[in-house]
């Protein structure tokens, strides 16, 4: 038994040591390595990190905690802890939702709070299908899972999707109607109203419909404002609930606190986790009263009373809103955009430069290559795979996505400097000409996993 354990824990040590980066210290946006190495994490824990690595508000808030004796662990039982966050939450949220909101603390995960998003609406409409969409990342349990776009990951869990509707999500670069641009966001929208409305479409009324107001996972692609509040009619006109999934996209990401603010719409339910929890695990649903109809007790999990994630959470929402983080997003956010769309000129391989606040992607494409029927060139993933290679050489971190695993994505943390905003952009230059330089564009190379 020892003997196995041994095995076990070696196993353990060998794995973590051929990783590129054993990470030791980390500060803001800095990451230093067990080989001395420091690095810039543009990845920042998949957008957890809003204010950085161990960002002093955050460390202290979680010491005020620990030095209380306070419970670290309450279930559902009422807290001054718990009763700050909340406070400190609903302060964020639009007022036409807060002033009416219930509040569902869920597991600590993103994913189980859409499972309990689509729980409730489907407990309170009574119905059972759901409108979702091409490109979405929800999440890897089952329900969540189904309603991703990734068939490749479902067919590997065995998921199928039976009662989830997939819709068009407006994808410039690769619209799947061949127009891009508004036209392409007026004919998805005008998909959807039909299908729904057609007797002979063979779409139920369905429980709700989920949408992220950018998509990351599926290759940072924000959805036009105009398209999100046509979305909001559609659905309002019809009795169907509206889930906005803001996992990654929350705490000032995109430039507002929320990135449905951009758009002035109202969701029915909202998905909050990653950086609502300032570093630690936390998950939440918010919705509108009316939907409040599910028994005690039909959504659960040990982990939702995570006290320390509550403190760290409280301490990131006050900072982000108090010193308007979300302003300074858009702001950087507009500085690193045209940056990139500098370096397109330069390298052909760029095919499109995207994203809104500090969430952006770079897609990288065979520009050898023959467009296709929409006259859009091919995806690069093995180009992608050695951009990231190439970049974490030369000390930055970045994670790739979207179509065929050949978008880079940029999430840099809010508390970003303006040198590091040109350090990223000098690294990414650096690190996309050496790719191009070491290999055909085309070269099938496996695309890194995205972030849960």
Not at 414 to 429: F, G, S, W, Y
Request: hydrophobic share 40%; aromatic share 4%.
């Amino acid at each position: 038994m020892l003997r196995r354990q041994s095995q076990r824990e070696s196993a353990a040590r060998t794995y973590a040591r051929s990783l590129p980066i054993v990470p030791v210290r980390a500060r803001g946006m800095t990451i230093e390595g067990a080989d001395g190495r420091r690095y810039l994490d543009c990845l920042s824990g998949a957008g957890t990190l809003a204010l950085g690595h161990n960002h002093p508000v955050v460390l202290e808030a979680i010491r005020r905690v620990l030095d209380s004796g306070a419970p670290l662990h309450v279930l559902d039982l009422a807290t001054p802890v718990k009763d700050a966050f909340t406070t400190a939450l609903f302060e964020t949220l639009p007022p036409e939702l807060a002033d009416r909101g219930r509040i569902q603390f869920c597991g600590p995960a993103g994913t189980d709070a859409v499972e309990a998003a689509i729980k409730l609406v489907r407990t309170a409409t009574g119905r059972s299908g759901l409108l979702a969409f091409s490109g979405a990342y929800h999440g890897m349990t089952a329900a969540a899972l189904a309603a991703t776009g990734d068939t490749s990951v479902q067919g590997a869990a065995g998921v199928t999707d039976g009662r989830v509707v997939r819709l068009p999500y407006p994808y410039n670069y690769r619209c799947p109607f061949g127009t891009g641009g508004a036209a392409g966001a007026e004919l998805s929208a005008r998909l959807t109203a039909h299908l729904l409305d057609d007797p002979k479409g063979g779409v139920q009324p369905p429980a709700g419909m989920i949408l992220e107001p950018v998509q990351g996972e599926g290759g940072v692609i924000p959805a036009p404002n105009a398209w999100l509040c046509r979305m909001r009619r559609i659905t309002a006109d019809r009795g169907i609930p509206l889930i906005a999934d803001e996992v990654q996209t929350g705490v000032g990401r995109t430039g507002t606190f929320w990135a449905i603010e951009s758009s002035g719409i109202v969701p029915d339910v909202m998905v909050l986790s990653k950086a609502i929890g300032g570093s630690l695990p936390l998950a939440v649903i918010v919705y509108r009263e009316e939907l409040d109809c599910w028994q005690p007790g039909a959504h659960a999990g040990t982990f939702r009373g995570n006290q320390l994630a509550m403190a760290a959470g409280t301490a990131t929402l006050t900072y982000v809103r108090e010193n308007d983080l979300a302003g300074r997003a858009a702001t950087l956010g507009a500085r690193l955009l045209a940056g990139l769309c500098g370096l397109m000129g330069r390298h052909p391989c760029i095919g499109d430069v995207r994203g809104r606040g500090l969430m952006i992607g770079i897609e990288l494409v065979d520009p050898a290559a023959e467009p296709d029927d929409y006259g859009s060139l091919p995806a690069a993933p093995g180009l992608a795979a050695a951009v990231q290679r190439e970049a974490l050489r030369r000390g930055l971190i970045v994670e790739l996505g979207g179509r065929h695993g050949s978008t880079v994505r940029l999430l840099p943390p809010l508390t970003v400097t303006d040198q590091q905003v040109e350090a990223v952009l000098d690294r990414l230059a650096d690190s996309i000409a050496a790719a191009g330089r070491s290999g055909p564009p085309g070269t099938a190379v496996a695309p890194a996993g995205g972030a849960a």
